[in-house]
């Protein structure tokens, strides 16, 4: 098992590299362990690509089955492919995790487009590598994309991806709390459907954890936030409120406790 994804350098052109291996990949025949291999009209790689996207859309659950079968291959049976194929369907969330992260007018803080996207694409693969199939069953691509939010955020922070496990917050039982009023589990679970929903986007769901659910030795806030990202807090502030308020928009709901911390 490898954690660094094929390619995956600092280079204008990362993506478009993928995306040409992905064509020269996608007219081989899907090998027969896989298990769409077994779905109807399922031969070469680029049918299992509209397969897993097809389900992710209209049957999630069997799109998660698919996928963990996908994982299993490759972390249990070091089938690059199987992990290639799972990298190909959420590679356009990693290139929107790099795009939102952008800051043309302050390409030092953050880097360029090109090296946001080779770590973003770079996240994604190591969440993939990292996946704990056995326990997180469910959600599984937004799940990948959560956890390769995290791992993107780390590497911004010059912190290794390993230090962030937003596995943890999953937990049944959480092993911490965060401080604050809120509930890591409660807000991970709110992110993640806002998320899936397309309430939110990955950039707002970043923006809040780091305000109200800080990593150990991180200070929560709008202002260390703020200060972090080169911000006002009065900014940091509007951004976090507006996506709370969509996200209570969403279910109807009044707006979470944990909301008025920041």
Same mark, same amino acid.
């Given at each position: ?5 094929? #390619? ?11 995306? @040409?291996?992905? =064509? ?12 769409? @291999?077994? &779905? ?16 992710? !859309?209209?049957?999630? !659950? ?8 996908? &994982?299993?291959?490759?972390?249990? #049976? ?17 290139? #929107? ?8 007018? $302050?390409?030092?803080? !953050? ?31 937004? #799940? ?73 030795? $991180? ?17 940091? !502030? ?6 709370? =308020?969509? &996200?209570?928009? @969403? ?12």
């Amino acid at each position: 098992m490898t954690s660094t994804p094929p #390619n995956a350098h600092p280079h204008p052109l990362i993506t478009d590299q993928l995306n @040409a291996e992905w =064509q020269e990949l996608s007219a081989r025949a899907i090998p027969a362990r896989w298990p769409v @291999a077994a &779905l109807p009209g399922c031969d070469v790689l680029a049918d299992a690509l509209d397969a897993v996207q097809w389900t992710r !859309r209209h049957q999630p !659950r069997a799109a998660d089955q698919l996928l963990l079968a996908l &994982l299993d291959h490759h972390v249990e #049976n070091g089938d690059e492919l199987a992990g290639r194929l799972v990298l190909q369907a959420l590679l356009g969330r990693a290139v #929107n995790l790099a795009r939102r992260a952008h800051r043309p007018k $302050h390409p030092s803080i !953050r880097g360029d487009l090109a090296q946001l996207t080779a770590a973003a694409v770079a996240a994604l693969w190591h969440a993939i590598a990292a996946y704990p199939r056995h326990r997180r069953r469910h959600k599984v691509a937004v #799940n990948l994309c959560m956890d390769a939010l995290a791992h993107f955020t780390a590497a911004l922070d010059d912190r290794a991806p390993e230090a962030v496990d937003i596995a943890m917050l999953e937990a049944a039982e959480p092993m911490f709390m965060v401080r604050g009023p809120a509930p890591a589990a409660e807000l991970l679970d709110t992110l993640t459907w806002g998320i899936s929903a397309q309430v939110i986007s990955p950039d707002d769901a970043s923006l809040l954890l780091r305000v109200y659910c800080p990593r150990p030795g $991180h200070d929560g806030g709008a202002s260390p936030v703020a200060r972090e990202l080169g911000l006002t807090p009065a900014t940091v !502030r509007q951004r976090c409120s507006r996506a709370v =308020q969509r &996200l209570a928009e @969403a279910v109807r709901l009044p707006r979470p406790a944990w909301a008025d911390a920041a």
